[in-house]
């Protein structure tokens, strides 16, 4: 069936390292793929998405390639702040629903 | 623009109680979905409804329901409630069905089955 796998945490990086979370999917047909965020104490948001292969999403310096022939979709940021740190979920859309992965804890120490 | 709303915010239950958990979408916003968050792990899709109408569901027994009302609210019930149940529940609202992936989240309800 479908699914998402992604990198296991937690991640503690310095404040201005470079970020990778992997994420990995499995999917019938041609999903659309997305990275959301949950900082401390707030609900989930979109980070970016990409619908379709080779698409790139980008939002607040992060990225995300939709690399089909490898079936990832893995998330990058140059430079992280202390800001960043929350949990990341990859995700995909199927046309009916949502397959979440189990998250990535980011911890960005100054 | 409101965002999405849940109550409440938190909720202790037995096992084989009822209960019931509320969402107001954004305003405008046909389709819900429902997830279930584990702690530690990732929402898992529940069910959707658009237009007050089921439009999909996950792998959940049919003890997980839910309506949808005409003022974009919602509510997800579940029946005799089991330790396992223990979980986030979130709910998310979009526009209609044909941009069902583009999403808002509710904070969340905090469920405890003891």
């Known amino acids: 069936g479908d699914s998402v796998t992604q990198m296991e945490g937690p991640v503690t990086l310095s404040e201005e390292a470079f970020l990778t979370i992997n994420c990995t999917y499995t999917a019938t047909g041609y999903p659309s793929l997305f990275w959301y965020v949950q900082y401390p104490g707030e609900g989930l948001q979109l980070l970016l998405k990409a619908t379709k292969a080779d698409d790139k999403g980008s939002n607040k310096g992060f990225e995300a390639t939709y690399r089909k022939e490898t079936t990832s979709f893995h998330l990058e940021k140059g430079s992280v702040q202390v800001s960043d740190s929350a949990v990341y979920f990859c995700a995909l859309y199927t046309g009916n629903q949502f397959y979440f992965g189990t998250g990535t804890s980011l911890t960005v120490i100054p | 623009e409101t965002g999405v709303t849940q109550s409440p915010t938190h909720l202790i239950k037995t096992r084989g109680q009822q209960v019931t958990l509320r969402c107001s979408s954004q305003s405008g916003h046909n389709t819900v979905s429902w997830y279930q968050q584990a702690l530690g792990q990732g929402p898992q899709f529940i069910f959707q409804y658009y237009r007050e109408e089921e439009n999909g569901r996950g792998n959940f027994p049919p003890r997980f329901s839910g309506l949808q009302f005409p003022n974009y609210s919602s509510e997800l019930n579940v029946n005799a409630l089991e330790l396992d149940d223990s979980a986030l529940y979130l709910c998310?609202?979009?526009?209609?069905?044909?941009?069902?992936?583009?999403?808002?989240f509710g904070p969340g309800t905090r469920l405890t089955v003891l």
């Open positions: 998310a609202s979009s526009l209609d069905e044909r941009s069902a992936d583009t999403q808002y």
